[in-house]
C-alpha cells in the first residue's frame, strides 16, 4: 500500500517548534514592509525549515524569492545538499524542507527519502 507524503510526513517524529506570538510577527512584517522597494512591493519572504530524521532546523532568516514555484525550486535543490550532508548510517532515512511565508503558514513540503536494500542473494543470512 503506497501512502501519500503527507501521510509519511504525519508518521514521522518531527519536534515541533513554537512562532513568536503574532504581534511580534505583525511588528517583524511591518518593518520588512516599510522596505518597499522603488520599484514596487518588495518579494515575499519565504522560510526553509529542515529536518533530517534527527534534527530539525528552523530557518529564521529567509529568503525574498517571486512565488511558491520559486520557493519550490529552492526547497527541491535543497533536498540532495541535506542528503549529501548526512548520509544515512542505517538502511533508510528521510529528509523534508518545510517552507513557511511570512505569516509562519506552511506553504509547501517536499521530502526526500533513501532506502538501501541488500538484494536477498546477496544478503549474509
Same mark, same amino acid.
Given at each position: 500500500?503506497?501512502?501519500?507524503?503527507?501521510?509519511?510526513?504525519?508518521?514521522?517524529?518531527?519536534?515541533?517548534?513554537?512562532?513568536?506570538?503574532?504581534?511580534?510577527?505583525?511588528?517583524?512584517?511591518?518593518?520588512?514592509?516599510?522596505?518597499?522597494?522603488?520599484?514596487?512591493?518588495?518579494?515575499?519572504?519565504y522560510?526553509?525549515?529542515?529536518?533530517?530524521?534527527?534534527?530539525?532546523? =528552523?530557518?529564521?532568516?529567509?529568503?525574498?524569492?517571486?512565488?511558491?514555484?520559486? =520557493?519550490?525550486?529552492?526547497? *527541491?535543490?535543497?533536498?540532495?545538499?541535506l =542528503?549529501?550532508?548526512?548520509?544515512?548510517?542505517?538502511d533508510?532515512?528521510?529528509?523534508?524542507?518545510?517552507?513557511?511565508d511570512?505569516?509562519? *503558514?506552511?506553504?509547501?513540503?517536499?521530502?526526500?527519502?533513501?532506502i538501501?536494500?541488500?538484494?536477498?542473494?546477496?544478503?549474509?543470512?
Amino acid at each position: 500500500m503506497t501512502s501519500t507524503l503527507s501521510e509519511a510526513i504525519q508518521r514521522l517524529e518531527i519536534p515541533s517548534f513554537s512562532l513568536p506570538p503574532a504581534e511580534c510577527r505583525t511588528n517583524r512584517l511591518l518593518l520588512e514592509l516599510s522596505d518597499i522597494r522603488p520599484w514596487g512591493m518588495p518579494l515575499p519572504r519565504y522560510f526553509f525549515d529542515t529536518y533530517d530524521g534527527h534534527r530539525f532546523i =528552523a530557518d529564521s532568516e529567509g529568503i525574498e524569492l517571486k512565488d511558491i514555484e520559486m =520557493a519550490k525550486a529552492e526547497a *527541491q535543490s535543497a533536498l540532495p545538499d541535506l =542528503a549529501r550532508d548526512a548520509l544515512p548510517a542505517g538502511d533508510q532515512k528521510t529528509f523534508i524542507v518545510s517552507v513557511r511565508d511570512e505569516a509562519g *503558514q506552511v506553504v509547501l513540503r517536499a521530502a526526500l527519502s533513501l532506502i538501501v536494500e541488500i538484494t536477498p542473494e546477496n544478503s549474509s543470512n
